[in-house]
């Protein structure tokens, strides 16, 4: 399933924070970074493509307009995982994972419903945490948590807002490759928000570029990371290169507004 | 070959964990139910005329074996309390439970709404000034007041809450400003009242079960036993509103909606529980923490564990009123707190994790 949007705009005062957005945000198979800096209006982008903000214009599932479909239809192609992680109900880790999986639906759990859940925590090797209860576990552990939450709905679309922010650099990477391999194997349309430059180059197959709720830039990895983007978009001087992979390497020299105020 | 062993494997695993969480969860509240089940022939057995649990048990299983008089002291005057405090205790901590779960905040319950309050206003209305809201008449117009009062705070609270840019946080203090508003109205008609209407007041406000009859369990059970059904139906809804509001509305979930919702349903349960007994403040608070302490809060078996520990406590309560002086029974109001704080503490002291 592709997505899409055209002419999105959202507003929640006064001042928009997103601007006639049109771009193609992601198709199966590949993953999609969104980055740009804070305020630039990507947890707002996120929520309007998981149908929980209404915007004027358009966001297109495979063609189809998101705003037309039945509530259950989008819940059960997209999943939306916020970046907000302070869980303090009292409920374990297994309990967490199996009420995303089962979608607020039933009271029957079938064995195929443990099995998923089983084999999500087994992937994330967090099956040693399947006791314990969420307001017990570190930021990091939710946050895995909270990928499991994820990964156990099969979605079609996954939206991640952050969802590595948390989590020190073994798991960073341990999770965004299982994202990948997933996305890959799945045929998932995987769209994540990310500040790690490099992490994101490393793993996406392509950039959004955001700013003052404006698409600047979209495009490969080594499209958008150049080093006139990063000045116009997040105002410092860097160094880009491009590894052996041809995947690029962004090495922030300063900011260009500490220049100004010093020269000043 | 590997896969299908692999898959095994997951459905080995993922049914060891969950027969694990389950069976606590079951032990749990089959000890709670028992233990009820003992404290409301305890409950029954007490009193002046003092019966043996065998007794008790035997005249109502086999009532026309037993004596006239242990009869009509079981069933026309001591069962009838009994079964309130189980009723009336249970229906408090299910509305205390939900109230805490909807508006996210440890400190939401009938008595912290308001709900309360109003019903001790309208109560002490009709029994001052003889004013009553519902055209009913007689042993009723107190109670009938009391619901009335209950479900207007609980109504505007309803209404308030779906003004836009109103928060859970709003609502709690909304429902603190009623509570100042009812009782300074309850302190005037205090201060109007006659001596004889005055010691009504104060004994309806401190919150008795002695009102109790079958007439009245016959409505409470009713009320409470035809909303709980609905809960129960939105038991995952309200176990992922638990996850914060965004990941609900992932999930699915109609938060805006199944909030109203829910407030309405432990509004009627709360406005039917207090207009029968009077004031009773602990037990909304009390009962859904020690459910959450020793459930956690699946809702499957949150609610109805902290309806189980609601009836436990004030049935226990019921008891101690009865015990302090032989032949003097005491309004539960007053022992409710007494009884449940130093329960409450022991909890939370000997749980050692976060419990909100």
């Known amino acids: 399933m592709t997505i899409s949007v055209k002419s999105l705009s959202f507003s929640y005062g006064a001042s928009p924070t997103l601007r006639e957005i049109t771009v193609d945000v992601a198709e199966p198979g590949q993953v999609t970074a969104v980055i740009g800096p804070n305020a630039a209006g ?15 214009g358009d ?19 997209v999943c939306y995982l916020p970046q907000d992680t302070a869980i303090n109900a009292i409920l374990t880790v297994f309990e967490a994972v199996l009420l995303a999986h089962k979608q607020a639906a039933t009271w029957r759990i079938a064995d195929e419903d443990l099995a998923s859940v089983s084999e999500v925590l087994c ?10 209860y969420l307001n017990e576990l570190s930021g990091g552990q939710r946050q895995m948590v909270s990928i499991a939450q994820a990964l156990v709905r099969s979605p079609s679309i996954l939206l991640m807002d952050e969802p590595t922010s948390a989590l020190d650099l073994q798991h960073q990477l341990e999770v965004l490759d299982l994202v990948q391999e997933e996305t890959r194997s799945r045929g998932i349309a995987t769209v994540i928000a990310m500040h790690d430059l490099n992490l994101a180059a490393r793993f996406a197959d392509r950039f959004v570029c955001l700013k003052s709720g404006k698409v600047h830039a979209a495009g490969l990895p080594a499209e958008v990371l150049t080093p006139a983007t990063l000045y116009e978009v997040y105002g410092v001087h860097a160094n880009v290169t491009l590894d052996s992979t041809g995947t690029p390497h962004v090495v922030p020299l300063r900011s260009a507004r500490k220049i100004a105020r010093t020269a000043a | 070959m590997e896969a299908a062993n692999t898959v095994n494997s997951n459905l080995h695993k993922g049914r060891e964990v969950y027969r694990a969480i389950t069976r606590r969860k ?43 008089a242990s009869r009509v002291i079981v069933w026309d005057i001591r069962m009838p309390i009994a079964l309130m405090a189980v009723v009336v205790g ?28 109003a019903a001790s206003f309208g109560a002490s209305l009709a029994i001052v000034l003889g004013i009553g809201v519902i055209p009913v008449a007689g042993a009723f117009l107190v109670s009938a007041n009391a619901f009335a009062f209950a479900m207007l705070a609980s109504l505007l609270i ?20 009623l509570v100042f508003t009812f009782t300074s109205m309850l302190s005037f008609l205090q201060f109007i009242a006659t001596e004889q209407a005055l010691q009504e007041v104060v004994f309806w406000t401190l919150g008795s079960l002695l009102k109790a009859s ?35 509305r992932s999930l699915g979930v109609n938060v805006a909606r199944l909030r109203i919702q829910i407030l309405l349903m432990v509004s009627l349960i709360a406005s039917v529980a207090v207009a029968f007994v009077g004031t009773i403040g602990f037990i909304g608070l009390v009962g ?51 009884v449940g704080v130093p329960f409450f503490l022991s909890i939370i002291l000997s749980h050692r994790r976060e419990v909100w």
């Open chain 1, 42 to 56: 990507k947890s707002t982008f996120f929520k309007c493509l998981a149908g929980l903000l209404v915007p004027t």
């Open chain 1, 59 to 77: 966001v297109m599932l495979s063609g189809c307009a998101l705003a037309e479909m039945p509530r259950y239809m989008v819940t059960e192609q």
């Open chain 1, 123 to 132: 992937k994330l090797e967090i099956e040693d945490l399947a006791l314990r």
């Open chain 2, 26 to 68: 079951v032990i749990t509240l089959s000890v709670l139910t028992t233990a009820l089940i003992f404290s409301v022939l305890l409950d029954i057995s007490l009193g002046p005329a003092s019966l043996s649990l065998a007794g008790v048990f035997q005249a109502i299983v086999r009532p026309g074996t037993v004596d006239v």
């Open chain 2, 90 to 117: 249970g229906g408090l901590a299910i509305a205390g439970a939900e109230m805490q779960t909807i508006l996210n905040n440890p400190l939401a319950s009938p008595f912290t709404l308001g709900i309360s309050a």
């Open chain 2, 158 to 177: 309803y209404f308030l809450s779906r003004l836009r840019g109103v928060t859970t946080e709003t609502v709690i203090l909304l429902g603190i400003a």
């Open chain 2, 214 to 248: 079958w007439t009245k369990i016959g409505i409470a059970v009713v009320v409470i036993g035809g909303v709980i059904p609905f809960m129960t139906r939105q038991a995952w809804a309200l176990t992922a509103l638990r996850l914060g509001d965004e990941k609900a």
């Open chain 2, 288 to 338: 859904p923490h020690v459910a959450r302490m020793l459930v956690g809060e699946d809702q499957r078996y949150f609610l109805p564990t902290a309806g189980v520990a609601g009836a436990l406590l004030l049935s226990v309560t019921s008891i101690i009123s009865k015990s302090i002086i032989p032949g003097v029974i005491f309004p539960v109001g007053i022992i409710t707190s007494l």
